[in-house]
Each structure stands twice: as C-alpha cells, then as structure tokens.
C-alpha cells in the first residue's frame, strides 16, 4: 500500500514537470517568433531614411563609430534630449571615446571654440573628405576665425611655417599649458629651428647671449613689413641699434644695463614723468620699473605695450579680470578694443583710480545722450542707495560688467529702483 501511494506521487510530480517544461517551450517559440527583427544593421538601415547622409558618407575620412557601421555609438534610435537624437551634449558626446583629449582640456589653455559649442566647429561627425574629419583644411579652418592672422600674409616678411600655413608647427588646435596654445613654451618653439650657437644667429644679435630671452620682445612670430620679423612699434634705441644707451657691450657683461630700469627711462623720458600730476602713482613692480607694462625693444601695440593693452592691465589687476570672466556684460569690450586707457590714465591721476578726468565727465565722452535722459542726476540729488548727496552714473552702473544688460548693477526691472525708491 506503502507502496503504491510512494508511485502514485511520483507519477503526479513527473506528470506537473511534463505541462510545466510544454508551457515554457511553447512561450519560448511563441517569444521568438513574435521578435521584432530590424530590416538593417548600422548605417545601413539608417541611410534608409537619411539620404543626405549617404553622399556625405562616401568621403574618405570617416569617422570611426560610422566606418564601423556603428551610428548608435552616438545616436539614440528612439529618444534624446538632445538635437539629433544624440546620446551627449557637445564635447561630452565626443569625451566617451576621445577620453584622453578630455584630460588634455584639464589644460591650462583651451581653445575657444571647444569651449564654447564643442567640437563640430572644426570636426564633421561623420565624415570629410580632410583628414581628421575637419571641415576644411587645416589652415583653412584656422583662418576663418583668425581672419586678422590670414592678411598678415600680405606683408612684406612672414615667418617660413607662417608662410606654408603650418599652423600645427607651433600650436596645439585644442590645448596648452602655454600661452597661443603654443604646444611647447616660446623658447623651446623657437629653438626647435633657430639654432643659437650658429654664427648667423651671434651676429644678428650683436654678439648678446638671447638663449634665455623673450623671443616675442622683439620678433613677431607670424609677418612683419620689418626685415627680421621686428615688430611694428620699435624703441628709438633699438631701432637705430644704439644698445649702449641702456646695455654694456663689452665681455663678460655684455647686455647688462647701464643703470636701473627706472633711471633708464627718465633719462629720455624725462619730460614724461613731469607731466604726471604726483598725487596718486600707478603702482608698478619696483624691479621692473617701467617694463612691468612696457617691452624695451620692440611691439606689436602702440607705446611699446608688452601685450595688448587689454591684456596688460589684466595681468596685474586679476580681481577685475575675475569678474570679467564671470560677467555677461563688461565695459567697454567693443570699444577701440577695450583699452582701459580710454577711462583711466597709465602713469598716474587725481584720484586712486586713476580716471583721466572726474568720472562724470569720462562717461560723458561717450554717452553724452544718457545725460539728458529725464532721471535726475548731479549734486542735490540723494542717492539713498550709497547714502550720497549726489546721484552719478555710479549709483546704477558698474563700469567694468554686471550680469545686467548697460552694466546696471541690479534688475531694472524693479530691484534696482527699489534699493532707493523705498516702497512704504
């Protein structure tokens, strides 16, 4: 009896088993042939629909994902976020294959327009009949943003990888840790091709040692109308090779000065520093003296600055450069290049900012028709704000930037109003 019962349950338990194993086979084969099967692989289902794409295609450099039939690589074939259903926004689409371009950006340096939209403003995504998939050749596409750089050709001296359009020679096309994306620093640049120990090269120099100098003190490294790639603006000095105004010539202390920077300069300016009102001096590196601002030799900008104007005040004056970089609106960017110059005297001033004259009247210079807007100004008139007797300029506007369009310094909207309009 025992017995019987013991194959009984077995019988049930192999019988349950038999159903369990034909219900799932029978969804298996149901699941397979109710699968979805695409009509292509890759690009080839894509060109399908993306016709334009198929003569783009057939250029000689490919990118890599669209050679290897891969366009879901980028592409997402149902949705994104993002225009053209890719995966990533900008340079990160680019950063999940390029991984070691990205850690070349923790550069220094990066290139404006990787900043700015990423990198199809010099690279085509799919394909190009360039190398590297960009959009033209390669000095080409350098030369549609430094328009300024291209006439440059037009002069009567350029530079021999200047002249080929070898770009790449020198720069790096995405970042540096040197200033003009310069792929090494200037000396090591210069000397990969000017040999320093070479005859010619003494004699040029007038027998000075320049192996630790700064090349761009006296070269352009692009074109110049001057034999010798010298500069546009030159020292009377150095232009009439008179060094023994400021160096010594003879061995072992040749190119030594001849006095302090400071002395060296009033001896010829002279006239210069008298005509400074001595109240507030603009501070400058003692050591350095005059050169803190100014090249000894020779320029590319007016009154022998080292760099752009811009740029030379900016060195120094980092906390304004700091909210430049953090405004969407900063003054005067569009005006005669920015030149703080336009606002504030070089040497020195009245006041401790040195304004070329009482601000007021600086601003009037350029928007004289703000004056006659109806909103009272002048002494008499309270700024409540800044608890002032008198409502200037200053009193709504800021005039290095705000995040405010006319570099107002709050909203106008209300909140500017508001600070001395109380509302009761």
């Avoid at 761009?216 to 692009?222: I, P, Q, V």
């Avoid at 160096?247 to 202390?253: A, R, S």
């Avoid at 004056?317 to 703080?340: D, L, M, Q, T, W």
């Amino acid at each position: 009896m025992k017995m019987k019962n013991k194959n009984s349950a077995v019988f049930i338990v192999a019988a349950g088993l038999s159903v369990f194993l034909s219900y799932l086979v029978s969804d298996l084969l149901f699941a397979e042939e109710s699968k979805i099967s695409l009509k292509g692989r890759g690009k080839e289902l894509c060109l399908t629909c993306h016709e334009k794409e198929a003569a783009l295609l057939m250029r000689e450099f490919q990118h890599t994902p669209v050679r290897n039939n891969d366009c879901f690589g980028c592409h997402d074939p149902h949705t994104s976020d993002h225009k053209g259903l890719v995966r990533e926004q900008g340079a990160a689409l680019c950063y999940g294959c390029h991984e070691s371009e990205k850690r070349n950006f923790a550069q220094g340096n990066i290139h404006s327009p990787i900043r700015t939209s990423g990198c199809k403003d010099c690279h085509e995504p799919h394909a190009s009949d360039f190398k590297n998939q960009l959009l033209s050749e390669y000095s080409e596409l350098c030369f549609k943003c430094h328009a300024v750089e291209s006439d440059k050709l037009k002069k009567a001296f350029a530079h021999q990888p200047f002249a080929r359009k070898e770009c790449g020679k020198c720069h790096s096309a995405h970042a540096s840790s040197n200033e003009f994306l310069l792929e090494k620093d200037l000396l090591t640049t210069c000397f990969k091709c000017h040999n320093s120990a070479q005859g010619s090269f003494i004699k040029s120099h007038s027998g000075f040692d320049v192996r630790k100098s700064d090349c761009e003190g006296c070269h352009t490294s692009h074109a110049s109308d001057s034999a010798g790639l010298i500069h546009q603006y030159q020292h009377q000095s150095f232009k009439d090779r008179e060094c023994s105004t400021c160096h010594t010539m003879g061995q072992p202390d040749a190119g030594k000065l001849v006095s302090s920077p400071a002395e060296l300069c009033t001896m010829c300016h002279e006239d210069t520093v008298k005509k400074q009102p001595p109240v507030f001096m603009h501070a400058v590196d003692t050591g350095k003296g005059c050169s803190s601002c100014h090249t000894s030799h020779a320029s590319a900008f007016p009154h022998l600055f080292e760099k752009r104007e811009w740029t030379t005040c900016l060195t120094c004056h980092s906390a304004i450069a700091g909210r430049f970089s953090k405004n969407r609106f900063y003054h005067p960017a569009k005006v005669e290049e920015g030149r703080c110059s336009i606002c504030h005297s070089m040497h020195s001033g009245k006041d401790r900012n040195l304004m070329v004259e009482e601000p007021s009247k600086v601003c009037n210079r350029c928007h004289g028709q703000h004056f006659k807007f109806s909103h009272p100004m002048g002494k008499g008139v309270k700024d409540a704000w800044h608890e002032r007797d008198e409502v200037t300029c200053l009193s709504c506007h800021d005039p290095h930037g705000t995040n405010h369009k006319a570099f107002l310094l709050l909203d106008p909207s209300r909140e500017l109003c508001i600070q001395c309009h109380k509302i009761k």
